[in-house]
């Protein structure tokens, strides 16, 4: 990668302040070979009468030489968090160009370095590092499955007041998976959800005590 540089009175002008724009701006990584043609930029177009001292020169160039181990420290850690996710459930949240939010969760088949950044693959799609906003335990994620799959049950339900006897098996189903679950998990079941459970509960009950008395006459 090229590296220029305005040169002003034989120095490199903001030449620190050109190596942080550039990694702001995700143009790729300045290495060493980059900021050795800064210093030699600069003893090029030195001012003959007015060299650049040594100590200068060996000052500016830990300077690069700082920057760029902070870079390459920066880009370590980020592998190394990200590596560890791998096989791990995590939650992605990312933001579209029209400012509206998403949220996905699955588990990360492997990691991706690209572009001086960190990927990690869910289904074979690539989200940034940044995006993870939240990494499932085994407790976590078990909770979330379950509330899922009563909330998918109860959706296949029909509505209350149309519930007959034949309608038995599911209800007493879904009534079953919700009374199972301990109080975390049931904090994954939204409130409405909880409160058409007991109406099916109390319909249920209803329907076969009506269907009893009829077979007592």
């Known amino acids: 990668m ?3 540089a ?3 009175d034989g120095m490199v002008a903001n030449a620190t302040s050109t190596v942080s724009k550039a990694s702001e701006k995700g143009e790729g990584t300045l290495g060493k070979d980059d900021f050795l043609q800064l210093l030699v930029a600069q003893m090029k177009y030195q001012d003959p009468l007015e060299p650049t001292s ?4 060996i000052a500016q160039y830990a300077t ?3 920057v760029e181990q902070m870079q390459n420290m920066s880009q370590s850690m980020d592998l190394s968090r990200a590596s560890s996710l791998v096989g791990q459930t995590v939650q992605i949240t990312t933001t579209s160009d029209n400012g509206v939010e998403s949220t996905i969760m699955g588990k990360v ?3 991706k370095y690209e572009n001086g950044k960190a990927l990690v693959a869910i289904d074979e799609e690539l989200y940034s590092l940044d995006d993870v906003t939240y990494v499932c335990d085994e407790k976590y994620l078990t ?3 379950l509330a899922s799959t009563l909330v998918g049950n109860v959706a296949k339900l029909p509505e209350v007041d ?6 038995k098996e599911a209800i007493t189903e879904v009534i079953e998976t ?3 679950m301990d109080d975390y998990q049931k904090t994954f079941v939204a409130d409405q959800v909880k409160q058409q459970i007991e109406l099916y509960r109390e319909k249920l009950a209803q329907v076969v005590k009506n269907s009893e008395e009829s077979s007592d006459k």
């Open 2 to 4: 090229g590296v220029s």
């Open 64 to 66: 690069f030489s700082e």
């Open 162 to 167: 149309k519930v007959s006897l034949s309608d």
């Open 109 to 111: 088949d492997y990691v």
């Open 178 to 180: 919700y009374d199972g």
């Open 143 to 145: 909770a979330y499955e």
């Open 6 to 8: 305005i040169i002003e």
């Open 54 to 57: 040594n100590t200068e020169y």
